[in-house]
């Protein structure tokens, strides 16, 4: 369906222009080969779209069986299972690969450049994720069955008490870490050499912008994962004890490394998105992004904090007083310029004139929920109450918070602002409303009860639960099913726009809209800047005076 | 009429959650939807700084989102708002920088001296060891020479819904922790095989016990109760059930416990030299099995295979030449499977008594009859 938009409209115009592109192979090899970072980005797209619903039933086994107390639905072996790969799924196949599909259609024609800096290793980074997650679902059909240990994995449980799968779950995960890694010295090596003549650093689009900084969080911290993950390897089949108490070694250790990565990790999945709605926010406003340069020092703040704050995921490992504190108040700085984000965009909106497109509906819907997420972010950071919040679903519901009506959202609102310029035609208005506002009445009722059910004491990755907790459980999967059955909706729109039924765009897709890739026609077509377009920063610049 | 009855199933609906939050209550001094306030000095410290943050951040909302909704109703464009051109206030930044700053002191001001506060465990009057094990607590009490497993009190059977749940669901264990109000308890956190977390929300500790590692933490109970918690750290299938269960007692009646408890265990230490009769070994061994084995091998012994193998019919537990080796397999475990060692954990007599019970269930018939001297000599001989 997608070769359709590109083949028949976008391709043969770019044939019709450079008549160079007739040798392209056709059929699934054009697929397999292709170098072209429209239609990469394209596979990431529906490849997280794909990991998206299958995390997503995953989730939903979840909250069947967490609709009543009792174990009324499956087995608690196989719900942990199911809470592991959902976690997996949804951050390493659903949210990353998403914002890297974005990156790659976006960044080249935001730069002005013809596609992405290395080209043929844009295309190794993409198919190394197919096999990463076949692998990675396949350990759920092997004897003793799949990674039953959280998405955290920590050891021992992950080593020494670990199914056997566990090797192949290293696999995966190490296939996904190098397709990361590549990917991100990809966008850096674009972003840096192939600006149009003119364009300085400060004068990119803020998407561009949070992208770079994600991708040297990438390139820092990847490496890390690989690492835990490997020494969990050699402890589960080479007899090292790296994490082996009785060996020696040290549990904690893992938790170190492993947040190392994983708190920037959370940024890596959200940055992007603060990019998006700085696009997004000034379009339907109608008036330039508030602080622009503000946004990028902000960005790089929570960049660098990143850096420092590993530890407050640990608050009850038995940490001492002093590294407590350091983490504590480390944390506590991050809200800093996280709001100064907020009043960004917030300032934006003010004496604008809006209107509520549905990219912009699904905007204002993440500064609203990503900024719950952040409140209970702070309330998380202070040490001595996290000994009462700490692997609670209070836990659940923020970092929830953050990453659906948060990133999800962001990614949703992408989708509706670009899919003109990816397929030539608006997206349907009475189907995106309606996913939009089902959307926002599934997720909240999902996530948002999970806050007092956590405050009242039930902790998280339990399959069964004290009655005292049963309204609120009740209440989240009700909102579970709703929320996931809305996103068929979002799958219908996606493919009328595929199918171009719908009004046709213009190529200034929207009145408010500011950028290079405004220029080019909507669809654009498969070359595009084959010469770097005109910039003149004092009047294409989002930073100009 | 009929959404007048609508209306009235409605208010049921309601209803029936407002009594079981109210039931809540009673489980904790938890609300039902907010943080237990506690029956510590401590936790009621934390119980304050939470709801202090709370608020702030509420306020925080309320202004921001006050603002943001505000400027989406008055700038509408179909409402001919024109946008004006205005895009950086060097002035305003630096406010909105300078304001979050200020309110993050406020809070950690308060937060560094409760946490200044837990950190000080010294000058307990007592020291209780608490061992993380899959999928129970064990609890020594280090001046008294008394230890014991607590294990998930809930039977199976409310579990699967077969039979209605109790008020204390997954929240009751067969032998609680009993402690002494008034007095500072010094608390030694580790754990015999993964990473767990002993979680009381009313005494405000959670703590991982890690393997290898021991942490500490204290309490001060100033109320007597029954205070209930749960495993806050994953540790593998049974991690919902295994419960916490604290009994706090006046000075007296936790003399006397003691007193009970060294006498319990004289009592077992002579049982352990004498011949057990078939009926008494089965009866003794059929509550140890559904205690420690039945949580993987069932009930009805008819396991989970290939992970955890059946025991009814198994050439193992019902022939002759797998006599020793089932012994074996109970007392050491078996590595590379999720089978633990059961010879620390479990007394003789219970060792003896669950072997037997498992050559003898489900129609295994053997006959056989293991008797704790038996497991004693064995242990010896190590």
């Not at chain 1, 989708?415 to 089902?438: I, M």
């Not at chain 1, 956590?454 to 579970?480: E, K, T, W």
């Not at chain 2, 919902?240 to 007193?259: C, D, G, H, N, R």
């Not at chain 2, 797998?322 to 012994?327: A, L, R």
């Amino acid at each position: 369906m997608v070769p359709e938009t590109l083949t028949d409209t976008a391709a043969g115009e770019a044939a019709a222009v450079h008549g160079d592109d007739h040798h392209q192979p056709r059929g699934i090899l054009r697929w397999l080969l292709t170098t072209n970072h429209k239609e990469i980005g394209t596979l990431y797209m529906l490849l997280s779209l794909l990991m998206f619903f299958v995390g997503g039933t995953m989730a939903l086994i979840v909250r069947a069986e967490l609709f009543q107390p009792g174990m009324t639905f499956v087995v608690p072996e196989f719900f942990n299972q199911m809470t592991t790969m959902h976690g997996l799924i949804m951050v390493f196949g659903a949210i990353m690969p998403a914002f890297v599909g974005l990156a790659n259609w976006l960044i080249p024609v935001q730069i002005g450049a013809p596609d992405m800096a290395l080209p043929r290793l844009n295309n190794f980074s993409f198919w190394l994720l197919p096999v990463a997650f076949t692998i990675l679902l396949s350990t759920l059909f092997m004897e003793g069955g799949g990674p039953n240990f959280g998405w955290t994995f920590y050891a021992p449980l992950s080593t020494t008490y670990a199914p056997p799968s566990t090797s192949f779950f290293i696999l995966g995960m190490h296939l996904a870490g190098i397709s990361s890694i590549l990917g991100a010295i990809n966008i850096i090596a674009t972003i840096l050499n192939l600006r149009t003549p003119k364009m300085r650093l400060m004068d990119m689009p803020l998407f561009v912008w949070t992208w770079l900084i994600t991708a040297f969080l990438l390139i820092a911290v990847m490496p890390v994962l690989a690492g835990v993950i490997t020494m969990m390897l050699l402890d589960i089949n080479f007899g090292t004890s790296f994490f082996n108490a009785a060996g020696g070694g040290d549990p904690v250790l893992f938790q170190h490394l492993f947040w190392f990565f994983g708190h920037p990790e959370v940024y890596i999945m959200i940055l992007p998105a603060f990019g998006i709605i700085s696009a997004i926010v000034p379009t339907f406003a109608r008036k330039r992004l508030f602080g622009y340069a503000s946004m990028v020092y902000a960005t790089a703040s929570i960049a660098l904090l990143s850096f420092v704050v590993w530890a407050h995921h640990m608050f009850t490992v038995g940490l001492p007083l002093t590294a407590q504190l350091f983490f504590m108040y480390s944390t506590m700085l991050i809200a800093v310029p996280t709001g100064v984000k907020v009043f960004n965009w917030i300032a934006t909106l003010f004496r604008g004139s809006i209107t509520f497109d549905l990219p912009m509906l699904f905007a204002l819907a993440f500064i609203v929920q990503f900024t719950i997420g952040g409140l209970s972010g702070v309330m998380l950071a202070i040490a001595p109450a996290d000994f009462q919040y700490h692997d609670t679903y209070f836990v659940v519901a923020h970092f929830h918070y953050v990453l659906v009506p948060g990133a999800v959202f962001a990614i949703l609102a992408a989708a509706y602002y670009w899919l003109p310029k990816w397929t030539g035609v608006y997206p349907n208005v009475k189907l995106g409303q309606a996913h939009f506002w089902l959307s926002v009445i599934g997720v909240n009722l999902t996530f948002f009860p999970m806050h007092f059910s956590g405050l009242a004491g039930m902790p998280r990755r339990i399959p069964d639960y004290a009655l005292q907790f049963a309204d609120f459980n009740m209440l989240s999967s009700i909102g579970g099913f709703l929320f996931g059955i809305s996103q068929l909706l979002f799958v219908a729109v996606v493919i009328l726009c595929i199918r171009r039924k719908g009004e046709k765009a213009p190529p200034q897709a929207w009145e408010g809209a500011e950028g290079l890739e405004w220029q080019l026609p909507s669809p654009a077509p498969l070359h595009t800047f084959d010469t770097p377009p005109e910039f003149i920063p004092e009047r294409d610049s989002p930073s100009r005076h | 009429m009929h959404s007048l009855l609508l209306g009235s199933r409605w208010l049921l609906v309601l209803l029936g959650f407002l009594t079981t939050q109210a039931q809540a209550a009673a489980i904790n001094t938890s609300s039902g939807w907010n943080m237990p306030t506690g029956v510590t000095g401590i936790s009621q410290d934390i119980y304050s700084l939470h709801m202090i943050i709370f608020w702030i951040c509420v306020a925080i909302a309320l202004v921001v989102f006050g603002v943001m909704f505000w400027s989406l109703f008055v700038y509408r464009k179909s409402k001919g708002a024109k946008s004006a051109h205005f895009h950086e206030n060097t002035t305003v930044e630096v406010i909105w920088t300078a304001i979050p700053l200020l309110i993050l002191v406020a809070m950690a001001v308060p937060a560094t001296g409760t946490l200044k506060q837990i950190y000080d465990s010294t000058e307990a009057d007592m020291d209780i060891l608490v061992t993380g094990y899959q999928w129970r607590w064990h609890y020594e009490y280090m001046e008294e020479d008394i230890s014991f497993f607590s294990n998930l009190g809930t039977p199976q059977s409310q579990v699967l819904g077969e039979e209605d749940k109790g008020d204390f669901y997954l929240l009751e264990v067969d032998k609680p922790l009993v402690v002494p109000v008034g007095k500072k308890i010094r608390f030694l956190f580790t754990s015999n095989d993964v990473i767990h977390a002993w979680w009381v929300p009313d005494l405000a500790i959670k703590k991982d016990t890690v393997p290898g590692f021991i942490n500490e933490s204290w309490v001060v109970i100033d109320e007597p109760g029954t205070y209930r918690g749960q495993c806050a750290e994953l540790c593998g299938q049974n991690h919902a059930f295994m419960p916490i269960e604290v009994k706090a007692v006046s000075q007296e009646t936790y003399a006397t416990w003691l007193e009970e408890q060294r006498e319990m265990a004289a009592a077992e230490a002579q049982g352990s030299q004498r011949e057990w009769a078939l009926d008494e070994l089965i009866e003794r061994g059929e509550g140890v099995y559904t205690t420690y084995c039945a949580a993987c091998h069932q009930e009805d012994g008819s396991g989970m295979p290939p992970a955890f193998p059946a025991l009814r019919g198994n050439p193992l537990v019902t022939g002759e030449e797998g006599y020793s080796k089932h012994i074996e397999t109970v007392l050491y475990g078996r590595s590379g499977t999720s089978m633990p060692a059961y010879s620390d954990t479990l007394s003789v007599a219970d060792i003896a008594a669950v072997i037997t019970y498992e050559r003898n269930a489900w129609g295994n018939d053997s006959g056989d009859r293991v008797q704790p001297t038996e497991i004693s000599e064995l242990l010896s001989d190590d």
